[in-house]
């Protein structure tokens, strides 16, 4: 018997391919991790130190489809990797860091773009325009047993079969040892922490009716039809 005053919360999961749900404890995104999305975004390009955000663990959502959201006329899709941790820390090293990783998915940063930009503009933080509800698609996990540690081949967003964002996982300007390293220099890493790994250039609006496909080398691919 619990203690709580109100029903719990559920905890948030991600399928995992060949069975079983990941829980979902918190959901770290990098910002402008690709040279030519930060040019887009305009930026310069070099190795500032990375920058993340954080959207809520039920912001996830493998139905395989996105509601449009409200409060925007505007919603960008971003294309990412998320990387799911089975085991944490602090001051990872980037040689260890990889160890902590349990699998890799497809997902989507999807981002209430006018909200964001208006935010940016005052210096404001982000989440109204990143942390809303469903706003991760995300496809079932792999894991490293599976797939390994994808760090390199072609990253690809289809919007109704037309490809609308391209590029490499080799492109990433911080690599996933190094975000994970990063990131436990400033927070406690622990199992179940989902870090998105940032999008290339070319994101772009969608509307109702649109249905994206994420293919990144190496694992699956993810459809989400946009109602
Ligand atoms: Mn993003």
Redesign the pocket.
């Known amino acids: 018997m619990s203690d709580y005053v109100i029903p719990a919360p559920e905890v948030a999961t991600i399928p995992v391919s060949g069975g079983g749900e990941f829980p979902v404890r918190r959901v770290y ?1 990098i ?1 402008r991790n690709y040279a030519a999305h930060s040019i887009e975004m305009g930026d310069d390009p070099d190795r500032d130190p990375p920058f993340f955000f954080q959207k809520n663990p039920n912001n996830l959502d493998a139905s395989g489809e996105f509601p449009y959201p409200a409060k925007s006329d505007d919603v960008h899709f ?1 294309i ?1 990797m998320a990387v799911a941790l089975k085991t944490g820390g602090t001051n990872i090293p980037v040689d260890t860091a990889l160890d902590h990783v349990y699998g890799y998915a497809p997902c989507l ?1 999807m981002t209430r773009r006018d909200l964001q930009s208006a935010a940016k503009k005052k210096g404001r933080p982000w989440e109204i325009g990143k942390a809303f509800e469903r706003s991760g698609p995300i496809g079932p996990l792999q894991t490293v047993e599976e797939v390994g540690h994808p760090d390199q081949g072609r990253v690809e967003l289809l919007v109704n079969g037309e490809v609308r964002q391209e590029g490499d996982l080799n492109q990433m300007i911080w690599k996933v040892p190094e975000m994970i390293s990063y990131l436990s220099d400033y927070f406690e890493l622990a199992p179940g922490d989902v870090i ?1 790994s ?2 290339p250039a070319g994101v772009g609006p969608i509307v109702k009716g649109d249905t994206m496909v994420v293919n990144i080398a190496g694992i699956n691919s993810l459809t989400v039809k946009v109602t």
């Open positions: 995104c910002g971003e990412e940063d998105m940032g999008t």
